[in-house]
């Protein structure tokens, strides 16, 4: 109940193109969904969060998707560039609870020129 | 300079030697996590604490030990019970609004 599960595991997109990733949950308790961004040999980046009483945050060409009652969510970037190249995670906690955010496995995302 | 510092970025260790791996963050935050990045696995929680002086196991704390003796540093053990302990570490704050920050990382080798 605990898992978060990431699909893809890999992703390549020609540039302009609108990248896709889909993670799901079970633990209904989870109440707030990030997603970071992780580039070569450095730490992952906070992209982009939602919280489960909206169901789209948009923020510049990365939207995630929110289904409560699928218990999915998704991030899609739009006219992707090579620049978005990287490996991308969902995760998922108990906010209030403090408890820590458990991670999907990563999709690489592969951006063509 | 403002943030979480890990440190080494790199590090070499012979089997059957203890590392111990560095994280400092000057921001003022409680909670502090350790995570565990192997390829296609994405990232385990080892250790996190909430409190100076407290500190709780993750999901993967066997072969590491922590210490949280001061509220800006938590430094992460890796001991020889640790079988596989090449990987890349990372270390987290939770931030005024409730997001994880991370380090830059430290990966280590065991040769």
């Known amino acids: 109940q605990q898992q978060v599960k990431q699909s893809p595991q890999s992703l390549i997109v020609q540039k302009g193109g609108i990248s896709i990733i889909n993670c799901a949950y079970e633990?209904?308790?989870?109440?707030?969904f990030p997603w970071y961004q992780q580039f070569p040999g450095k730490g992952p980046a906070l992209l982009i969060a939602?919280?489960?009483?909206?169901s789209e945050k948009k923020e510049g060409r990365f939207t995630i998707s929110f289904n409560k009652s699928a218990k999915q969510f998704s991030l899609h970037i739009m006219d992707s560039q090579p620049g978005d190249s990287a490996t991308y995670f969902c995760?998922?906690?108990?906010?209030?609870?403090?408890?820590?955010?458990?991670f999907g496995k990563g999709t690489t995302l592969s951006v063509s020129s | 300079d403002g943030g979480i510092t890990q440190s080494p970025k790199y590090l070499f260790r012979k089997e059957g030697q203890n590392v111990t791996l560095s994280c400092e963050q000057n921001?003022?935050?409680?909670?502090m996590y350790w995570y565990r990045q192997d390829p296609g696995q994405g990232l385990r929680l080892i250790y996190y604490s909430q409190i100076v002086n407290d500190f709780q196991k993750g999901d993967i704390a066997e072969g590491y030990s922590v210490s949280r003796e001061k509220k800006e540093s938590f430094p992460l053990t890796v001991t020889s019970a640790q079988k596989n302990p090449t990987a890349f570490y990372l270390c987290a704050l939770v931030g005024d609004t409730g997001e994880l920050f991370f380090g830059e990382g430290s990966r280590l080798t065991v040769l």
């Open positions: 633990n209904t308790a989870f109440d707030y």
């Open positions: 939602i919280r489960p009483d909206v």
């Open positions: 921001l003022n935050h409680d909670a």
């Open positions: 995760a998922a906690r108990i906010f209030q609870a403090g408890t820590a955010l458990i």
